[in-house]
């Protein structure tokens, strides 16, 4: 498959199992799984085409059961959804990319999950600085911010760890 044809599929998967399950008539169960013979139906997919896709997204988004029948995307959900992570303690230090746009908001209101179910945070600053870059859009700059979450653990704050880190 065509390395562009897997990152165009990839973006369709992420809409519809993170966004949009019922814009090709599939629903999520409470977890966010989604039956994959029903979503290889809805896309127009074969089976080898979706491991593919799953197989080589470089970010890991989607994760298949243990029996293969169903499938969902590891985060960043905006229809509601319980991935059922565990909560855990954070290393002392975690990063986020943002467009520089957003920068006076973050300032003003601290960093939010705006649509989502919870703001990402990444291990490294390589990671944040390609999520920055994918919002900064067209001219617009990739910023990494700088996270203390030991200190924002120590005051209350709950983290858990995506299936894809």
Known sequence: ???????????????????????????????GWADVEALLAALGWTRAELEHVVATN?????????????IRASQGHSV???LG?????PPPVLFHGTAERNLPAIEAEGLRPGRRHAVHLSPDEATARRVGARHGGV???????RV????????????????NG
């Open 148 to 163: 203390d979450a030991a200190g924002m653990a120590r005051d209350g704050a709950v983290f858990t760890r995506s299936a």
């Open 1 to 31: 498959m065509d390395p562009r044809d897997v990152v165009r599929r990839s973006k369709r998967l992420s809409y519809v199992l993170r966004h949009a399950p019922g814009s090709v008539g599939l629903t999520l169960d409470a977890a």
């Open 58 to 70: 470089d970010k890991r988004r989607f994760a298949l059961d243990e029996t293969g029948t169903r």
């Open 80 to 82: 509601a959804v319980d």
């Open 139 to 145: 001219g617009g700059k990739a910023i990494v911010l």
């Open 85 to 89: 992570y565990a909560a855990e303690d």
